[in-house]
């Protein structure tokens, strides 16, 4: 394929369109035929280039828009007063802006006004007799099993209420990370992914939820290109690895597997989750034991190959159950109690009414329950205090009672009970990034363990949507590595098997030994790439200073000219092995700037001007072709212009696949 770079400041004609006729009702274009023809999305491999494939069978490169969507209520309410509404009009003229600049996917977090298959009173009929968008494009949904199974909210189902869909939710085992690590800690957590409930919740979410439903049933759901599962935010383990410098440096994570050994094997509460636990058990340290069990068979053959010195695969510590406190009077709202048998473990102290948990120790010598006013506890003492809230006294006769782990972890001698304490680091190492002194056996333990997790969630998410939605692409997490850097090599191998296109991270065009190196454990098969950038000087956020001023531009047009560089050298990228083209499609976030962030990562500013050199201007101006009949300007400063660079770029692939490079892969797979 011929290289379509462009040298950054040098100019060049617009490309000129090709005909309409040219692509399919998807996008796709019709000289660029895929070896199959199905109703559905998929992806192949025609030569040496990885395609996604319309479901009329013609070649497809994905160029998407994350959270094509009202962005926060003073966006709402400025495009309610420019539109009509914030709904169906506004994303009527929305589709048509994006397609007009060459964009043909709606990314994660869109707007269900957006999607084809949303049915609203506002849109003109259709040729099936519904009210839908008249610009339909192809779009990405995403589950999101791993958080929402830690938060448990209200889903509306088909036929019901909205309504919880697990009786308990799944831990965030992230919350129970020893004293001993001492890097980021992720604000969302990492979900217990062993816990069972996960399962339940996304085969629940799939089956019954109320927007999921409508999506099976339309006539449209054709346009559907792929389901996603989580956002990287909450996959916190499956991001940076150790291999290759993040941009900018400094935002590698750490060892899941390190952080998993070494974490609380129980939890009884957590108070961002407002959740008390009955089940107490975390399931992912659990299946770690497990998993040395089945490989070891005794506690002498682990040591004798890590070096250690445990007593036994579980936890030296006592459980105590029902210790009792107090009884209840109807009236007394505060207590206080002094354990039977210290030293109580971290985490491991619940407090139970009638044998039903209402409280629980959540590290750092605090309790949280949902009927508490306040609550600690002294470890070393066994001293407990806590208030209920007024109202919610115990009844006259309740057994207040308490159960606890005695000596257990991070003081005990089990395998359980391991917290990366400073002696046991000549063989865990004192590094979760690097692991830097670990035992080598420990390290290859490690790597078998972080496979086990990944293939454990991927595998999980990969059946349950096949179930719900047969036939559709499963593209993982949003994404798998992060900050520019891929993911350690156990993730990607766990992705190979299960992960039909990887949602990579940013900046890989930057790092082709990056993409060998997840070729190498990922296999040959296809990549889309997320796009973040800004212009914080050349925008209404001027005054506001970023985060990382890598992604960040000194103009809009530098902002666009670095996109184009980057979708050109994404569709000329191989993969040294094998010559294999992998990358299939780019998706910029987002579609606003982000209000909360203080960032100009839009295509448009939050007053809804396109950022174009026309309509980001301090006057009040006709918007720009073809959307004249609606008013734009009225910024603090003019601003440039991305939109004219973006549309060059999202015409590459059109122009280059059209050629007679591309009769001739053809021919090389027919």
């Not at 990314?107 to 008249?134: A, K, M, Q, R, W």
């Not at 299939?584 to 990562?601: A, F, L, M």
Request: neutral net charge; contains cysteine.
């Amino acid at each position: 394929m011929k290289k379509l770079m462009v040298v950054l400041g040098v100019l060049f004609a617009v490309p000129h369109a090709l005909p309409a006729q040219s692509l399919d009702r998807y996008g796709g274009l019709k000289s660029v035929q895929c070896q199959n023809k199905t109703r559905y999305f998929h992806v192949e491999k025609l030569g040496d280039r990885w395609w996604f494939c319309t479901p009329r069978g013609h070649g497809f490169f994905m160029q998407g828009v994350y959270v094509t969507a009202p962005a926060d209520q003073r966006y709402y309410d400025r495009v309610s007063a420019k539109y009509g509404n914030a709904g169906a009009k506004w994303a009527e003229e929305t589709n048509s802006r994006i397609k007009s600049w060459g964009f043909n996917t709606l990314g994660i977090y869109s707007s269900l006004h957006t999607f084809p298959t949303e049915l609203d009173p506002s849109f003109p009929v259709d040729s099936h007799g519904l009210h839908s968008n008249p610009t339909k494009l192809p779009f990405i949904i995403i589950v999101r099993p791993a958080l929402y199974s830690m938060r448990n909210p209200e889903v509306s189902v088909i036929g019901s209420r909205p309504e919880r869909l697990l009786k308990e939710p799944v831990k965030n085992m992230l919350h129970g990370i020893s004293k001993y690590y001492k890097g980021f800690r992720p604000g969302g957590g990492g979900a217990d992914y062993f816990d069972q409930n996960m399962r339940a919740w996304l085969a629940k979410d799939l089956s019954q939820a109320t927007e999921l439903n409508r999506l099976k049933l339309s006539p449209y759901r054709s346009y559907l290109i792929g389901i996603g599962a989580d956002d990287g935010d909450e996959m916190f383990g499956f991001g940076a690895g150790d291999e290759f410098p993040t941009v900018p440096p400094g935002h590698n994570n750490p060892s899941l597997s390190w952080l998993i050994a070494t974490m609380s094997p129980v939890q009884t509460a957590n108070a961002m989750y407002k959740a008390v636990y009955r089940d107490t058990s975390v399931y992912t340290k659990k299946a770690w034991r497990d998993m040395l069990v089945a490989k070891y068979g005794t506690i002498s053959a682990l040591n004798k190959a890590w070096g250690s010195k445990y007593s036994t695969f579980d936890s030296s510590g006592t459980a105590i159950t029902g210790e009792p406190i107090a009884s209840g009077d109807g009236s007394s709202l505060s207590f206080s109690y002094t354990l039977a048998h210290p030293v109580a473990s971290p985490f491991s102290i619940q407090i139970l009414v009638n044998g039903v948990p209402v409280a629980g120790d959540i590290q750092n010598g605090n309790l949280y329950g949902p009927t508490l006013s306040s609550g600690s506890v002294e470890y070393s003492s066994g001293r407990v205090t806590f208030t209920f809230v007024p109202g919610k006294a115990p009844a006259r006769g309740a057994n207040i009672t308490v159960n606890y782990i005695q000596n257990g972890w991070g003081i005990g001698t089990g395998l359980m009970d391991e917290d990366g304490r400073p002696a046991h680091q000549s063989w865990l190492g004192g590094d979760p990034f690097s692991l830097r002194g670990a035992n080598v056996t420990v390290k290859s333990d490690f790597d078998s363990l972080l496979y086990s997790v990944a293939s454990q969630y991927l595998g999980m998410c990969k059946t349950e949507i096949a179930k719900a939605f047969p036939n559709i692409l499963f593209l993982g997490p949003d994404s798998i590595g992060s900050w520019g850097a891929p993911p350690r090599a156990p993730v990607l191998e766990a992705a190979g098997k299960f992960v039909d296109v990887l949602s990579g991270p940013g900046d890989l065009n930057h790092n082709h030994g990056a993409i060998d190196y997840i070729a190498k454990y990922f296999g040959d098969k296809p990549i889309i790439e997320g796009q973040y950038r800004s212009s914080q000087s050349d925008s209404p956020w001027a005054s506001y200073p970023v985060n990382a001023p890598t992604h960040d531009f000194p103009s809009q047009q530098a902002r666009g000219q670095d996109y184009y560089n980057t979708v050109a050298a994404l569709q000329n990228e191989t993969v040294s092995a094998t010559g294999s083209h992998p990358f299939i499609g780019v998706s910029w976030w987002q579609y606003t700037d982000n209000r909360s962030e203080k960032r100009n990562w839009g295509l448009v500013t939050l007053r809804d001007n396109a950022y174009d050199g026309h309509e980001d201007v301090t006057a009040t101006v006709s918007c720009s072709p073809s959307f004249e009949q609606y008013k734009c300007g009225g910024e603090k400063s003019d601003y440039g212009d991305v939109i004219s660079w973006l549309k060059k770029a999202n015409h590459l692939w059109l122009l280059e696949a059209n050629s007679g490079s591309a009769a001739s892969r053809r021919a090389a797979v027919h």
